[in-house]
């Protein structure tokens, strides 16, 4: 047996028929998931937009069959049809070597990439601000995004309503704290310390224990000076990322640089200096509106340098590289090949 259901939930009926199409009957028009489960399969999730039409059908992915369960039965099932095996290769007789396969001459075929099923988790593509689960909430410009620890929950920079927002995985959206002005970015620390990037007012912000967003680092008026934490200047921000010893390394997008906050609190400049496109360490390197932040291994950092159209990588020690994108001579564009 199975479970299919619908996201936000609906009270009218629900069957297939002997075409196993699954029909939905008197659903009023909106944004709606169906999901479909069953015991030991992984549940599939199908997008599904109700018009003004009496009844329609969804077409599930070829993996699913929908039909009638035993006779009597009046909850529908799924069966779920696995790809087919593969004929096994028969063993080499005992002490004998296996047979070496004969050249061909043709390139071995590439494997098709894996299906790639795109659904929405949250809000159904209206801005606005509402708590609730899946369609029934509301966001306004999300920008930047951080995973909770163990991947429980995901944490939304929403700009345009002035919030930081927690996503479960269940799709359930809760406002965290009091407003917080145009966030950019938010960022967790190994403690579960949650901060929030204002970009307009160069201000980082942290959750206190009694909800409300305090000042971190930055303030008025806007600036570059390095420094202690609260007394330092940042330009416009675009995102903060903090290491698991508690070094928050934050994308000065106005002043075009990274900067780092020691756990002690002291901000200085790790790389950049004015815009530009150029590799180096530390103010020889140069970017132009970096943005986006990614932590990766061994500390190094990944940046999304957004007038450059580019990736860059950023060391401990301020060593500057490209990853993929724009070359000395080369500008924006839409090209798959090398990295850089």
């Not at 599930?60 to 096994?88: E, K, M, N, Q």
């Not at 990274?258 to 004015?274: D, K, Q």
């Amino acid at each position: 047996g199975a479970v299919a259901q619908l996201d936000p939930p609906v009270t009218e009926s629900q069957f297939t028929d002997a075409t196993g199409r699954f029909t939905l009957d008197r659903i009023l028009p909106g944004q709606y998931n169906l999901t479909v489960a069953a015991g030991g399969y992984k549940p599939v999730i199908v997008p599904v937009l109700v018009d003004n039409k009496p009844n329609f059908a969804v077409t599930l992915p070829d993996i699913l069959r929908l039909g009638r369960g035993p006779v009597g039965a009046d909850a529908p099932t799924v069966v779920f049809v696995p790809p087919a095996p593969s004929p096994a290769t028969p063993e080499a007789p005992q002490g004998l070597p296996s047979p070496a396969a004969e050249p061909s001459g043709l390139p071995t075929p590439t494997p098709p990439p894996a299906a790639r099923v795109v659904a929405t988790l949250v809000g159904n593509g209206e801005a606005g601000l509402a708590d609730g689960v899946g369609g029934a909430a509301r966001l306004n410009a999300p920008r930047g995004l951080e995973l909770g620890p163990a991947g429980e929950a995901l944490y939304v920079a929403d700009e345009g309503n002035g919030r930081l927002r927690r996503v479960t995985l269940a799709g359930a959206v809760s406002t965290v704290g009091n407003a917080i002005q145009r966030p950019f970015g938010v960022a967790l620390d190994a403690t579960g310390g949650l901060y929030g990037v204002e970009f307009f007012s160069g201000v980082i912000k942290q959750l206190s224990p009694t909800g409300a967003f305090e000042r971190f680092a930055g303030g008025s008026p806007k600036g570059s000076t390095d420094g202690p934490r609260l007394e330092a200047r940042f330009s416009t921000l675009g995102d903060a990322v903090v290491a698991a010893d508690g070094t928050m390394y934050v994308a000065d997008t106005g002043n075009h640089r990274i900067r780092r906050i020691t756990p002690g609190g002291v901000v200085s400049t790790l790389a950049g200096s004015r815009a530009g496109f150029r590799q180096g360490v530390g103010a020889e390197a140069l970017f132009d509106s970096p943005e986006g932040l990614v932590l990766g291994p061994e500390g190094v950092l990944y940046v999304a340098d957004t007038r450059n159209h580019s990736i860059r990588r950023v060391t401990r020690d301020g060593l500057v590289s490209l990853v993929a994108g724009r070359t000395t001579t080369q500008g924006k564009g839409y090209v798959n090949g090398p990295l850089a």
